[in-house]
């Protein structure tokens, strides 16, 4: 708390920034809440990763819960380094559905556009929306509005899709009564058919998306499970933190010894993302040796020295590659250009990965080809079982932070861009 209201004392009031300064589509009237805006919480000079999200307070359509599914968050965001965007869109009966909708595509197309003047990064622009929020976020997520390059408006010259989206407490389902009943609202007959149901193509084209929810909340945890398993299904890349208690609305929860962890989760999610650096990211691959033995099973961890925003990198050797101990990371999954210490950790002595051994492998294939097994193929196989030694080999998990233990520097290596990027440590007990 004292370190917010220090932040609070030092960064300027923020102002709202309407989105259309000559009247909003289909207004009503000239009320605020008849002017769609955004306000920009932008982080203390220097604290900035680039990143930026918009904000979509919840309400059920017909209010907005600005404080703890708003400002709370805004503040927590840019306290992080997150450039957040409050968004104020219409609410029914002052504005449809449709101009709610209409409201978010253009919050996402106004900051894009003005990405440089608010120090926030043209591509890593996202959303995390509560409830009705979380159902216009996503719905602009899967069905943006494309960049006009020949617009006479700059900011219909960006896109309206955002980089990736947080959805807390809700999705569309035709099973939610508060979309369904509102859906005929400023809809054409065909999108209020089609706005509770994304296509498989919209679903194909997804951003990365984070979900939170909770069982206590049974009706929109399982909209959004319906959504997640469809992501998962078209190889979309999602991640879903569902917990056992909580009711509707808790915003981001904080002070909740249990709830209160998602937020932390969800920039843990950014920053393995690569959504917190600006660098592009880079493949990796090496070998680790153990007192002179290849590690047989265990990780590599890589931590970024000085950036903040730089992904932490975990390699895990599972003893499935062709040379043991060997491990390797994709650049989708690699570190960013720049210095690391490294910790090897060992969780066995002896290991030999299911996709290693020579006796499963051939009577597990002859399997999957439709074929029986013999009697004699079946005794081999148990007979291969009860010659392994499948007890625990260690007491607890091994750390090497040094080469050796006499050593005073930690390992480090340094990671460079358009370079093979080749670690091969040994590290020792004694």
């Keep these: 708390m004292i370190t917010l209201l220090v932040l609070l004392a030092v960064l300027p009031a923020p102002r709202a920034v309407?989105?259309?300064?000559?009247?909003?589509?289909?207004?009503?009237?000239?009320?605020?809440?008849d002017r769609p805006?955004?306000?920009?919480?932008?982080?203390?000079?220097?604290?900035?990763?680039?990143?930026?999200?918009l904000v979509l307070p919840g309400g059920g359509f017909t209010r907005r819960c600005e404080d703890h599914e708003g400002v709370l968050v805004a503040e927590w965001l840019r306290a992080h380094g997150i450039a957040a965007f409050l968004v104020r869109y219409r609410v029914v009966p002052i504005g449809t559905l449709k101009?709610?909708?209409?409201?978010?595509?253009?919050?996402?197309?106004?900051?894009?556009?003005?990405a440089a003047e608010w120090g926030v990064a043209p591509d890593r622009i996202g959303a995390v929306g509560f409830s009705a929020g979380s159902?216009?976020?996503?719905?602009?997520?899967?069905?943006?509005?494309?960049?006009?390059?020949?617009a006479a408006d700059p900011?219909?010259?960006?896109?309206?899709?955002?980089?990736?989206?947080?959805?807390?407490?809700?999705?569309?389902?035709?099973?939610?009564?508060?979309?369904?009943?509102?859906?005929?609202?400023?809809?054409?007959?065909?999108?209020?058919?089609?706005?509770?149901?994304?296509?498989?193509e919209e679903i194909a084209a997804a951003p990365p998306v984070f979900f939170y929810g909770t069982s206590e909340d049974a009706g929109l945890t399982g909209n959004m499970t319906d959504l997640y398993l469809r992501l998962l299904k078209a190889g979309r890349s999602a991640e879903a933190h569902f917990f056992a208690y909580g009711e509707h609305g808790t915003g981001f929860a904080l002070g909740d010894p249990l709830l209160g962890s998602w937020p932390e989760l969800l920039r843990s999610w950014l920053r393995t993302n690569g959504f917190l650096a600006g660098a592009a990211r880079v493949a990796v691959r090496g070998r680790v040796t153990v007192d002179g033995e290849p590690l047989p099973r265990g990780t590599v961890v890589l931590t970024p020295k000085g950036d903040?925003?730089?992904?932490?990198?975990?390699?895990?050797?599972?003893?499935?590659?062709?040379?043991?101990?060997?491990?390797?990371?994709?650049?989708?999954?690699?570190?960013?250009?720049?210095?690391?210490?490294?910790e090897v950790r060992q969780?066995?002595?002896?290991?030999?990965?299911?996709?290693?051994?020579?006796?499963?492998?051939?009577?597990?294939?002859?399997?999957?080809d439709g074929g029986t097994l013999s009697a004699d193929e079946v005794a081999e196989w148990i007979a291969s079982a009860r010659a392994k030694d499948f007890s625990a080999s260690?007491?607890?998990?091994?750390?090497?932070?040094?080469?050796?233990?006499?050593?005073?520097?930690?390992?480090?290596?340094?990671?460079?861009?358009?370079?093979?990027?080749?670690?091969?440590?040994?590290?020792?007990?004694?």
């Design 18 to 33: 309407e989105l259309w300064p000559q009247g909003a589509p289909n207004a009503k009237g000239t009320s605020v809440e």
């Design 37 to 53: 805006a955004v306000t920009p919480y932008l982080p203390a000079p220097g604290t900035g990763t680039g990143a930026a999200m």
């Design 99 to 114: 101009d709610a909708l209409g409201d978010v595509h253009r919050a996402v197309r106004t900051v894009r556009a003005r």
């Design 135 to 150: 159902f216009l976020a996503h719905q602009v997520a899967l069905r943006p509005q494309a960049a006009n390059p020949s």
């Design 155 to 200: 900011v219909d010259r960006v896109s309206s899709r955002p980089d990736f989206i947080a959805l807390a407490y809700g999705a569309s389902s035709s099973a939610n009564p508060g979309v369904r009943g509102l859906a005929a609202e400023g809809l054409t007959a065909e999108e209020a058919a089609t706005i509770l149901t994304p296509t498989a």
């Design 308 to 342: 903040a925003g730089a992904p932490a990198v975990v390699a895990y050797v599972f003893g499935t590659s062709e040379k043991a101990g060997e491990f390797a990371l994709r650049a989708e999954r690699g570190p960013t250009p720049g210095r690391y210490t490294v």
């Design 347 to 368: 969780d066995a002595t002896r290991w030999i990965s299911n996709s290693r051994d020579p006796v499963q492998l051939k009577l597990q294939q002859k399997l999957r």
């Design 394 to 430: 260690l007491d607890g998990q091994r750390v090497f932070a040094r080469r050796r233990p006499a050593d005073k520097a930690p390992i480090e290596v340094e990671i460079r861009p358009g370079a093979e990027n080749r670690i091969d440590l040994e590290v020792r007990s004694r």
